[in-house]
Every structure is written in C-alpha cells, then in structure tokens.
C-alpha cells in the first residue's frame, strides 16, 4: 500500500523553527512532484510550498516566502520543509502530498489535487 509519511511537527514558540519530513510508504518520492499543504481550525487547505521532482522548482505561498524553505533528498527519498521564524498564524496541521512528475505543477499548486496524501503532522506556535 502507497502512503506518505510525515513527521517533526510539535509546539514551538513565536519566533522558533521546526522541521517537517515527508517519506514514501511502498514508493519512492524520486518520481514525483510534493507539496506540502496546511489546514488551520476552522480554516480550508491552503498550499504551503511545492518542489518539483527534478528540484528545479520551488513555489511558496506568500506567507511563508522567506521564512520556509523547501528540500529534498532523493538519496534518502525524504523530502523537508524547514520552517524559521515561526509566528502563532503559521498554526495548522501539515500535509504532504505527491503526484506524478507527468503531472502538471499545478495540478497540486493551483487545485490541490494529488496522487498521494499523508496523514499529516500537527505544527502549534503558541507562547
């Protein structure tokens, strides 16, 4: 069975960083564009971050440019999302999320639709 895998959430404090890990369950990442999406209470899901699956594109939403930074490492299949400068906003659950790299970009970017979903990881920025 294919899934996505995410771990590193937790609580931090305004002003702290954390790192989030997103691993194929059954496959590979290798092949595939990922995102990363987060759903705050009360709120829809929203996408975070993307990289495409030769690293050649990376696309952040407004509200995180400067402050996250997304990664992989195909070696290791994992792909990451550093996140710095945390602020009580940034609160939410976070979902990484795969699709085909014959997929359009956008296709995740723009519809939020994906091959594969995670469980997703509980990120709270609280003092």
């Known amino acids: 069975q294919f899934q996505l895998v995410e771990s590193g959430g937790g609580k931090v404090q305004p002003g702290g960083s954390l790192r989030l890990s997103c691993v194929g369950s059954?496959?590979?990442?290798?092949?595939?564009?990922i995102a990363w999406f987060r759903q705050a209470p009360g709120k829809g899901r929203e996408a975070v971050a993307l990289i495409s699956s030769s690293s050649t594109t990376t696309n952040y939403v407004d509200s995180v440019e400067g402050r996250f930074t997304i990664s992989r490492d195909n070696a290791k299949g994992t792909v990451y999302l550093q996140m710095n400068s945390l602020k009580p906003e940034d609160t939410g659950v976070y979902f990484c999320?795969?699709?085909?790299?014959?997929?359009?970009?956008?296709?995740?970017?723009?519809?939020?639709?994906?091959?594969?979903w995670g469980q997703g990881t509980q990120v709270t920025v609280s003092s």
């Open positions: 999320a795969a699709d085909h790299f014959t997929q359009p970009l956008q296709r995740m970017w723009l519809r939020g639709s994906a091959m594969y």
């Open positions: 059954g496959f590979t990442l290798n092949y595939h564009h």
